[in-house]
Each structure stands twice: as structure tokens, then as C-alpha cells.
């Protein structure tokens, strides 16, 4: 996933889309494993996408798709596959509709979110009417957080996965450091599983939470019930769903 905005790395934003997007793709059984955030610069913009788009099987990308100056996004993307950016006649047409239905002008700064690398195909928005874009392996959406997720949701079911992430979470008043040979050994156990320790400070006291997840059930049911009886022969209690 590229993130692009110089408002994500100032600070001003806070991103959101992360999260979503990486919640969304597990659910269609695709992991998110990488995420950059670059500047509204275009020979990094290119770089990036270049970079990650030969590397997986999908790049996702938020941000720089309005109809501001700043808005490059396309540009970037269309450098960086040798193709020329043209008015797509489709979103044309769904701006049209969209503006004169509301009584506004469709102006060329409105236009310029009709502009798509030639010969890409269109992602749905419903919200705002201007597309994301979806050319090669590379799916263009919005940075606003909540136009993002109609658009994945325009995308739900039609990426290529495989079996979607399931989880089962334990959680203790349980310090990490002191279980982390017992994680290591039940983890090296359970191949089909990973285990994440998640820390936290409440009450005076160091707990921690440990995400067990795995695409098959059985694996993950073995797994919780190895690590709960390892946790518990050590004297911790472990509560089932997290603390």
C-alpha cells in the first residue's frame, strides 16, 4: 500500500486508511505486508510505485486523486507505466451526471478527477461520483477515508485471494518478557499459525495480549488451546478474548 500526502506526514492528517484497507484484504484472504508513505512529489510518487508494484500482487494506493494542483497521483502512476494520462470517457460522464444533478458546473478543476492513465478501468464511488482507478495491478482510491470505503467496497469479491485470516485472541495480566520462549516455541509448534504480543499498562500493572492467527480453523484452534495450557502450567491465568 502507497499512502501519498505531505498532510499524512506532517501530521496535520491522521491516517485511517491503513487500517481499513489492511481489514478489508484480509477479509478478501490477501495480506497487506507493506506500507509506504511518500510526498506529493512525483518522482517519488514513481519510484514507490514502481518499487511495489513489481514486488506484489496488488498496490493500493490513497491520496492525490482530487481535483487540486497537488493532486499527482495519476500523473505518478501513469509515468511510471509508460503511459499517457487522458480524459477517461466513462468518468467523464459520471461527473457530468453527478454535477448537473446537484445544479453545479462540471469545471476543469472538477474535470481533472476524470483524468486516468490510458486504458485503465474504473473503481465506483458513490459518494462523491469522482472514480478510483484500477490499471495493471495498481487500484487508485481516495484519501478521504470514508470514499475509500465505498470504493473497496465496490472492490469486495473481485481480487484474486485465497483463504481469508482468522484469529483467536488471550490475553493475561501476563508480562511479555517473561512468556516470549514460551511464544517462540508454541508459535515454531503451530507452522500454520503466527503470534502476535500486544503489551499494555493498566491498573499498576504489565499484561499483554497474544493474537493468535492462521487461515484454518483447526490449526488455530490447536494452537490457542497449546498456548493457553503452556501459559497456564506456568501459574497465569488467561482469559479468553483479551483483557
Not at 478489508?24 to 518522482?43: K, P, S
Not at 492467527?213 to 488455530?220: G, H, I, M, P, V
Request: hydrophobic share 40%; with cysteine.
Amino acid at each position: 500500500m502507497l499512502v501519498i500526502g505531505d498532510e499524512i506526514l506532517s501530521g496535520r492528517t491522521h491516517d485511517k486508511n491503513i487500517a481499513q484497507v489492511a481489514s478489508w484484504l484480509q477479509v478478501q484472504g490477501i495480506r497487506l505486508t507493506e506500507v509506504r508513505v511518500v510526498a506529493d512529489v512525483q518522482a517519488r510518487i514513481v519510484e514507490a510505485v514502481n518499487a511495489l508494484r513489481e514486488q506484489y500482487d496488488y498496490l493500493f494506493t490513497t491520496g492525490g486523486i482530487g481535483p487540486t494542483h497537488d493532486d499527482i497521483t495519476v500523473d505518478a502512476v501513469a509515468e511510471a507505466l509508460g503511459r499517457e494520462v487522458v480524459i477517461h470517457p466513462e468518468a467523464r460522464k459520471t461527473l457530468e451526471a453527478y454535477y448537473t444533478g446537484r445544479g453545479l458546473e462540471l469545471t476543469e478543476a472538477r474535470l481533472r478527477m476524470a483524468r486516468a492513465p490510458e486504458g485503465a478501468g474504473l473503481i465506483p464511488n458513490r459518494i462523491s461520483g469522482a472514480p478510483g482507478i484500477q490499471v495493471e495491478n495498481i487500484y487508485l482510491m481516495a484519501g478521504v477515508p470514508h470514499i475509500t470505503a465505498q470504493m473497496l467496497d465496490g472492490l469486495t469479491g473481485k481480487l484474486e485471494g485465497g483463504a481469508p485470516l482468522q484469529s483467536q485472541t488471550l490475553g493475561g495480566w501476563i508480562p511479555e518478557s517473561e512468556v516470549s520462549d514460551i511464544l517462540r516455541a508454541c508459535e515454531k509448534a503451530h507452522e500454520r499459525c503466527q503470534i502476535g504480543s500486544y503489551p499494555f499498562f493498566r491498573e499498576g500493572t504489565v499484561g499483554a495480549n497474544f493474537v493468535i492467527r492462521s487461515t484454518e480453523k483447526t490449526a488455530l484452534e490447536a494452537c490457542a488451546a497449546d498456548l493457553t495450557g503452556q501459559l497456564e502450567a506456568e501459574g497465569y491465568a488467561v482469559t479468553p478474548g483479551g483483557i
